[in-house]
């Protein structure tokens, strides 16, 4: 029997499990807000490696506990932030100086064979002396940055004044210090790193997510990244994030070969025990540092609360669970710029770029947001390994206390700021759509 049109239209909008319409549907995921069906049909599958799933596991089990605690304190953190962190901390620290160890044994093993050997032996002891430096810690510096994405336009406090002015009082706010310099990328992201031995900070502001942020989520968004310096973070250490750095270069190297001969398997087989090895150490420096990094980044969520508002923190997190929608938004951008014909459109297509970005984002519907909530949930989707689950985040923001704005950035000020970051956008638009 032939499906009539009126059949069709029916069946695409009635849920097929529980007869209720849809929603959604056009532009955006068909969805059914009673029974859930189609809810996350792009299911994410498990990353990649034993150690990463471990993460992930342990990310989701240490958000939910967290969420628990947290909301049964209130959603107030701070004496469940000292009360969590201690031991943990310490026992972290001290495996990080062990890992550090192993890389200063390596070097003076090697210098030792130097010194005292005889014969191949002070040849023989490059292996160690390159082990440990391939393993050193490596503290980065600004200039590193730079050359790491020479095309990505940096900041300093004479170029953008007002920015920067804005930065200190955020950072003040929370209780920290402001940041050296400012990067500029296209990416649906920011974050605050340190570098140097002195530990400057370097914010990195993703256009791809400030440009679709009202002035008090960006406001909101600077409280969040700030907010881990307030609060501490174990992982933030130089020794303890030296020392992942170090256990990550251990499992790269050791990572077994594809078998094409006899000497690939004597290879695999002799390094399982130190791999074996590696991953228990990174598992276990994980589950002494994962919790206090989760804890932080609640917190840090409370102090973007504080600063910029609830209703302006839950709206960024909005756009983190639309993060996905937006990079797609800007995908089409440059395949759209890069593949049409010479002349047949007038305009420069990086003009507009971001405003044609913030009109997308404008245009997510509310249940759209809530679908990717519910997905969130299903698949206890975070930000990345080290990120308690979003829709948790976002629940908890929404559901504590209600805090009104510390600072409030008005309409003259923000295109104050905005003025500052013009070039940065012509220019980041232009690198990113240029064929």
Known sequence: MTETI??????DTVCPDCGTGLTGGGAYVAWCADCGWNTDPGAAG???????????????????????DLTAAGGRGDGADRAGRGNSALLATALALAVHGVTLALLAGGIAMILAGEGLVPFLSAIPIGLALVLRPRF????????????????????????????????GAVGTTGVTAVVVDPDVNA???????????????????????????????????????????????????????????????????????????FVNLTTVLPRLAVEGVTTLLDHLTLRGSQRAE?????????????????????????????????????????????????????????????????????????????????????????????????RLLTSGEEYEPRIALDADRAARVDAEL?????????????G
Request: positive net charge; hydrophobic residues 40%.
């Open 6 to 11: 009126g059949e069709r239209r029916t069946a």
């Open 46 to 68: 498990e990353p990649d490696g034993r150690i990463e799933r471990a993460r992930r596991n342990l990310a989701r089990r240490y958000g939910e506990q967290l969420f628990a």
């Open 140 to 171: 980065g510096s600004l200039r590193g940055l730079r050359k790491e994405a020479p095309d990505l336009p940096v900041l300093r406090r004479p170029d953008a004044p007002e920015l920067f002015a804005l930065l200190d009082e955020v950072a």
């Open 191 to 265: 974050s605050v790193r340190t570098y140097g031995l002195r530990q400057r900070r370097v914010l990195t502001v993703g256009l791809g997510l400030w440009e679709v942020l009202t002035p008090q989520e960006r406001i909101a968004l600077l409280g969040h990244e700030f907010g881990h310096y307030a609060h501490g973070d174990t992982r933030h250490l130089l020794l303890v994030s030296g020392a992942f750095q170090s256990l990550d270069t251990w499992a790269y190297t050791l990572a077994p070969q594809p078998p094409q001969s006899l000497v690939d398997h």
């Open 298 to 394: 609640y917190l840090a969520d409370e102090a973007a609360a504080r600063v910029g508002g609830s209703k302006a923190a839950a709206g960024v997190m909005d756009r983190l669970l639309c993060a996905e929608i937006l990079a797609g938004a800007l995908r089409r951008e440059i395949v759209g710029a890069r593949t049409r014909r010479s002349g047949s459109r007038a305009e420069n297509p990086a003009e507009g770029l971001w405003q044609r970005l913030a009109v997308q984002a404008a245009g997510v519907p509310a249940t759209e947001y809530e679908r990717l909530r519910r997905a969130g949930e299903l698949r206890g989707h975070s930000v990345d390994s080290t990120h308690p689950p979003t829709h948790l985040r976002h």
């Open 422 to 434: 013009a070039e940065a956008r012509r220019v980041i638009a232009r690198e990113l759509l240029r």
